[in-house]
């Protein structure tokens, strides 16, 4: 080698260097990385190079205790798809009967010893496919397929699940126009990237093409880099794809197909791109869902987050501080602090960006001109290379659902201009504070005392500018993780004592009357000696009991009707243009129509003017609570359910943005004692 550092390796010099490596033995996959350099790999030493990436070299053979049974409910089936795939193999007649017999007992005992039942839907043929073409020893291959699929294939790489929402938070964080039209189709990553992932591509692209895909991806020893492959193969379809007119399934199969279209002379291209993508992305997207891949018992130690509910990508907030602190390339992150002044003015993080979120809804062109300052104050803060600076956004609240419902609106309206790098602090401010107060246990001097700053614009330890009667103003560890464990009891009592505070009416009416009904008569009524459950008031701050109403109206959702005809029916008493407003903060324009016995909320197409579809179908006596906030009068809270011996149970909750709030929910309450009134009778 030492002659290859005067003069450049001629390509047989490099190869000669790599089997020279492999046969001494005892050879990392590092090694060989450095000698490789991305280049082609031999066809000769493939199985060698992939067997040291795998880490299965010196492994024993698995199947040598087992008896060799192929007997299996689901054996037929496995039978049948190893037959297919051994008829699209060029393997000579006198091999085929041991090569069948191999891939059959790689599959019926990976199939016992793992207890997962066999569907030819798990595509697992396909990921057998490359490895057979190496002609490995029926040991080597289950061992290689073995660690590919514990390795490189998701957990829950199915329909729905996990990792296909993880890839459109991704899709969102660098092509949020693109993600956008394909969420406006209704075309999930899973419709068209299930074979992409669950087969690592090799489903649609030749043998060579997938060979060298594979070739690439094993060196990488990096599960998540999959995912930024799939990225660069939407990028590069992305004007075709917002060019297109066809029908839904159509677009599907254009995307599902489009990695057939990969060439070998597009490979170097391919890992390039999704290298520099990889680079603009945050740390945060493997480190938070890491157990996405590996054995079954870390998926048990994974959180529960719902990455399908997530508004946009989770940065955590260790990950805010170490990213402006670094030199040089990576991500770095300009970062709005979402929260109420009063709020903010207790303690922030010194390089946020203040956006009040309240504004919103209170001063649209306040807000309107804060965003503008917003957008002015990131370019000035790259171009001066502050510390401050960064071109990927981080929304922070204050880490508190009730609280943060105003920051995903914000958070929604820069998504829906197409904004791209938006992420949200995982956790909010308090995440930030918990995590100040970790890393300050053993003593003060970590440089991170700085991080919190208050209005004054003085550099202030997190017990100031949390706690300003705070007795030690030192810093010091034990003061700051006890300041931060008193402010979570606080905050749990507040909780408690604001779900038993009395809830007063919106207007200055009388108290409900105790109703008495059947026993028989479940939807939305007390049985008799039950608290009445219908109420009007404001909304609880801490509340978290509720169930998003999307899944639960009984109405169909696709039916589109003309609003004006609607509105114009003899049974609608009422009708009060409207927003709705979804957890994540999503607005659209709506109109809530009230009838004698239900209440209706039509949401407008903005593609067909005039026209709208029915968004739910309430019963007016399923309603059990009208909530709204004090700061923000106009955003009203209803939500439904039954009221039985135990208590009250929510089924739905629906949040519209109703000017001249008072009189809609005047109007409704009325409407909802006539038909309580009704049943009585």
């Known amino acids: 080698m030492a002659e290859g550092e005067e003069a450049p390796s001629s390509p047989s010099s490099w190869e000669k260097d790599l089997a020279d490596a492999l ?189 060298a895909i594979w070739d690439g991806y094993l060196q990488q020893a990096d599960p998540f880099f999959i995912y930024f492959l799939m990225l660069i193969i939407l990028v590069n379809a992305k004007d075709v794809i917002l060019a297109q007119e066809s029908d839904k399934e159509g677009i599907i199969k254009f995307l599902e197909t489009s990695p057939a279209n990969l060439n070998l002379e597009d490979i170097e291209d391919l890992f390039s791109l999704a290298q520099y993508y990889c680079s603009k ?63 903010y003015n207790a303690g922030h993080l010194s390089t946020a960006f203040h956006l009040d979120s309240d504004l919103m809804l209170q001063n649209p062109s306040e807000f309107a001109q804060s965003v503008k300052s917003l957008l002015e104050a990131q370019k000035q803060s790259i171009e001066s290379g502050s510390i401050a600076g960064g071109e990927h956004l981080c929304f922070m609240g204050s880490g508190r659902e009730e ?98 505070k009395v809830i007063s009416f ?34 609880e701050e801490y509340d978290t009991d509720e169930i998003d109403s999307s899944s639960m109206s009984d109405d169909d959702r696709k039916e589109v009707v003309n609003i004006q005809t609607w509105i114009n029916k003899p049974d609608v008493k009422y009708n009060f243009p409207c927003n709705e407003v979804k957890e994540n903060g999503h607005m659209f324009p709506s109109h809530l129509l009230v009838t004698a016995t239900h209440m209706y909320c039509l949401r407008e197409i903005p593609s067909r003017k005039g026209l709208a579809y029915i968004q739910s179908r309430q019963a007016l006596n399923s309603v059990v609570k009208i909530t709204s906030k004090k700061k923000h009068p106009e955003l009203i809270t209803f939500k439904y359910g039954n009221s039985n011996t135990s208590g009250i149970e929510i089924l739905a909750v629906e949040r519209y943005l109703i000017p001249n709030a008072g009189d809609a929910t005047k109007a409704i309450k009325q409407q909802i004692m006539k038909v309580l009134d009704a049943l009585e009778s």
Not at 31 to 49: F, H, M
Not at 455 to 478: F, M
């Open 403 to 500: 609280e943060d419902m105003y920051m995903n609106m914000v958070l929604a309206h820069f998504l829906q201009k197409n904004k791209e790098y938006v992420s949200i602090a995982k956790g909010g401010f308090m995440a930030l504070q918990q995590h100040l107060a970790d890393i300050n246990v053993e003593g003060p001097e970590n440089g991170y005392g700085h991080w919190i700053a208050s209005t004054s614009g003085s550099r202030s330890s997190i017990n100031s500018s949390v706690d300003g009667d705070s007795p030690n103003g030192s810093g010091d560890g034990k003061g700051v993780k006890s300041l931060v464990n008193k402010m979570t009891v606080a905050l749990k009592t507040k909780s408690v004592n604001v779900k038993e």
């Open 281 to 343: 992305t945050p740390a945060s997207f493997r480190k938070d869902n890491h157990s996405l891949f590996g054995s079954s018992l870390l998926g048990l130690k994974d959180d529960d987050t719902d990455l399908s509910q997530a508004l946009c990508l989770a940065v955590s907030v260790s990950e805010i501080l170490q990213a402006n602190q670094q030199q040089g390339e990576g991500v770095r992150f300009f970062v709005v602090d979402c929260r109420p002044a009063e709020q």
């Open 23 to 211: 046969e001494e033995g005892g050879c990392d996959l590092e090694t060989v990385r450095n000698i490789i350099q991305g280049r082609q790999l031999p066809a000769d030493l493939r199985a060698k190079v992939w067997k040291i990436a795998l880490n299965v070299v010196g492994k024993g053979d698995s199947l040598a205790s087992w008896d060799g049974s192929l007997d299996l409910p689901e054996q037929s089936i496995i039978h049948k798809d190893c037959q297919e795939l051994i008829d699209q193999l060029s393997v000579p007649e006198e091999e085929k009967s041991v090569l069948f017999l191999d891939i059959e007992s790689v599959i019926t005992f990976y199939c016992k010893s793992r207890n997962v039942k066999y569907s030819s839907c798990l595509g697992w043929i396909h990921l057998l496919r490359p490895l057979v073409h190496l002609r490995l020893p029926r040991s080597d291959l289950y061992n290689c397929f073995y660690a590919i699929m514990n390795k490189f294939i998701p957990r829950d790489c199915f329909m729905k699940g996990r990792p296909f929402h993880l890839f459109r938070l991704l899709l969102q964080y660098h092509e949020p126009e693109l993600c956008s039209f394909l969420d406006t189709k209704k075309m999930t990553p899973d419709s068209y990237a299930l074979n992409w992932l669950g087969s690592l591509f090799s489903y649609y692209c030749s043998a060579e093409v997938t060979q």
């Open 506 to 539: 919106i207007e200055n009416t009388s108290t409900p009357v105790d109703r008495h009904v059947s026993s028989s008569d479940r939807v939305g009524r007390p049985y008799r000696g039950v608290k009445p459950v219908f109420s009007i008031g404001d909304e």
